[in-house]
């Protein structure tokens, strides 16, 4: 049995850091060591908390670096383009399954 509720201290927590404008080492630290001690209980629903806060690279980065991803499926390739299926968080263009790629940043789309 995993430990479902362990979310519930992690996204308040998450959440009042970034509501406060913590800096990044400040959450690095906290969020660190508390995802590891939640993990130590069996928390086994890291990839709600990923989804949750998948806007926050440094979450995002905090979850990769203990091997918790979620896909990108960002959807703002080209026409006949499906979602991206890199990992969130990655690096460079999107890409999906048909090889359709296209560039992170979509600012002035029309
Ligand atoms: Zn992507």
């Known amino acids: ?4 509720s362990a979310g519930d201290i992690f ?3 998450a959440r009042a ?19 590891d001690k939640l993990r ?10 990923l989804e949750e806060f998948r806007d926050d690279p440094l979450i995002i980065a905090l979850f990769r670096e203990r091997g918790i991803t979620a896909d990108c499926g960002d959807q703002g390739g080209p026409e006949h383009a499906d979602e991206c299926t890199r990992t969130l968080g990655h690096d460079g263009d999107h890409v999906d399954d048909q090889d359709y790629s296209w560039p992170k ?3 002035g789309a029309s």
């Open 11 to 13: 996204d308040p927590v």
């Open 17 to 35: 850091l970034i509501e406060a404008g913590a800096s990044d080492d400040l959450k690095r630290n906290l969020l660190g060591q508390l995802i």
């Open 105 to 107: 940043s979509t600012e």
């Open 40 to 49: 130590d209980g069996d928390w086994d629903t890291e990839g709600e908390s």
């Open 1 to 4: 049995m995993g430990w479902g």
